[in-house]
Every structure is written in C-alpha cells, then in structure tokens.
C-alpha cells in the first residue's frame, strides 16, 4: 500500500510536468515577439511600477531568456516536461526506480536553493528549500528502510 505522503509528491511531480509543457508552449508562442517590450506593456496596463522589486525580477529574467537559445531552452523545458510526469507515475505505482530519481532529482536542487536562499532570503524561498529538503530526506529514509529490509 502506497501512503499518502508518497502520492503527494508523484501528483506534485506530475503537476510539475504539466506546468513546464505550459511554460514550453507559452515560449513557442513568444518566440517571434518582443518579449520585454510585451512585459513592459502589461506592467503599464497594471499600473505596476517596473522598477519595484518583483517587476525588476521578472523583467530580469525575461532580459537573460531573451539571450538564451530559444530551442535549446524548450528542449530542456520538453525534456524536464518528460521526466516529471514518469516520475510521478513511478512514483504513484510504488516503483523503487522513481523514488531514485526523485531522490537524486530534488537533491540536485538543494544547493542551487541554497545558494539562492543566502543571496535572496524570503520566506518562499526558505519554504521552498524546506520542502525540497524534506521530500528528499523522505525518499532517502524510504529507500534505506526498503534496503534493510531485503538484507534481514
């Protein structure tokens, strides 16, 4: 019998999947626009000054995706959009292999949090890193109970 905390991370991984499909999608549709100039507009719609600090992130982040190779990003959002939903479906299945890869998956995380937690302290991003850590710690546990347990 699979316990609930289990299948909370397989719907979330599968959620992930589905929302990097969407993000993917929605890069497609921007790729021949001017992206910057759109989120300007969209700030001035909302009467949302560009220089606050959230505005300023994301227009940030829209300057460095705008550098980026377009393809080489929605291949990596494709490949992320795969691995999530076959890891939530092992994961839903009780399958000994996706509690690996979600164990190394969002272990490989933690640092990159980490190290965005010390530069950019906010309760989200602590929330965030808690929880990863948590999920990670998880899986771990289970896996060395389910390894003792074949060795008795």
Known sequence: MINKALLSIALFEGLKGLVAIA?????????????????????????VDPQAHFPRMLLDDIRALQNADMRQVIL??????ALRPTE????????????????VSGAVYVPLELSHLVVHTTAVNLSVLSVN???????VVRLRRRRRAQVE
């Open 23 to 47: 993000a993917s999608v929605g890069l497609l549709g921007l790729a021949h626009h001017d992206v910057q100039e759109l989120a300007y507009a969209l700030l001035g719609r909302l009467h």
């Open 88 to 103: 939530g479906y092992g994961l839903w299945r009780g399958r000994v292999w996706a509690e690996w890869l979600a164990a």
């Open 76 to 81: 990596l959002a494709w490949g992320y959009a």
């Open 133 to 139: 850590v948590g999920v990670v710690a998880y899986l």
